[in-house]
């Protein structure tokens, strides 16, 4: 079974320019989450798919980030324009379908790591 | 404000003896916690979790107690070995609005076993 797939594992931007992360969970996973890890801190929630749908967008930072889901599928997450604040390990995550206990843990694809220069 | 802290940032121990890391929680709704392992360059990877109703998860050299009371849990590994040399996250998870599991993670212990 294919795990979490990120894309790219790094990317660097100056200030000002867009950058979009991707994301392919687990087949059949509905819930997909994004976090993201500033150096020497906490994993911090972003957002959280079910299917297709925003379930919980409210870790998102601001308006400069967009992520969506196309047809439940992969997901993008978007940053326009990156601010040097905006740096750190985007880390995508996937678990199986429901709201059950299993659902609660959750595989991980390698990460995007993100410099803003 | 930080819901689940790990405030050791760091831990050393010699190959053979246990490690043991610890995390402390505020938010009582958590119902299950799990701690995960993450090497460099990789993504954090599921070790072992427990239960709300449970005060004790084995499985193997790894040990999750969970004390309610004192919103506290501690993994304990057992004997350490090199391989286990990563960082360490606890995570706790807590119903949504809408039903679904919400998961939330410490800042993570960097354990270093030393042959």
């Known amino acids: 079974e294919a795990g979490v797939t990120q894309f790219p594992s790094h990317s660097v931007i100056e200030k000002g320019q867009t950058v979009t992360l991707r994301c392919d969970p687990i087949s059949g996973h509905d819930n997909l989450y994004w976090y993201r890890r500033v150096m020497g801190k906490e994993i911090k929630f972003l957002l959280h798919?079910?299917?297709?749908?925003?379930?919980?967008e409210s870790g998102m930072p601001n308006n400069r980030f967009l992520a969506e889901r196309t047809g439940g599928t992969y997901s993008t997450l978007k940053v326009q324009p990156a601010e040097l604040e905006d740096s750190g390990v985007y880390f995508c995550?996937?678990?199986?379908?429901?709201?059950?206990?299993?659902?609660?843990?959750?595989?991980f694809g390698a990460g995007s790591r993100l410099t803003v220069l | 404000d930080q819901q689940v802290k790990q405030n050791s940032p760091s831990l050393s121990v010699q190959e053979g003896r246990i490690s043991i890391l610890n995390c402390d929680y505020t938010n009582s709704m958590f119902d299950y916690f799990l701690w995960y392992k993450k090497y460099p360059a990789e993504g954090p990877t599921f070790l072992i979790s427990i239960s709300s109703i449970k005060d004790k998860n084995e499985d193997g050299r790894f040990t999750v107690f969970l004390n309610k009371s004192a919103k506290h849990l501690s993994l304990h590994i057992v004997p350490s070995q090199p391989g286990d040399s990563a960082v360490y996250f606890c995570a706790a998870s807590a119903r949504d609005s809408g039903g679904y599991q919400k998961v939330t993670f410490g800042t993570g212990t960097k354990l270093q076993v030393i042959p």
């Open positions: 995550a996937s678990s199986p379908t429901g709201r059950g206990a299993g659902a609660n843990v959750l595989t």
């Open positions: 798919f079910v299917k297709e749908s925003k379930q919980d």
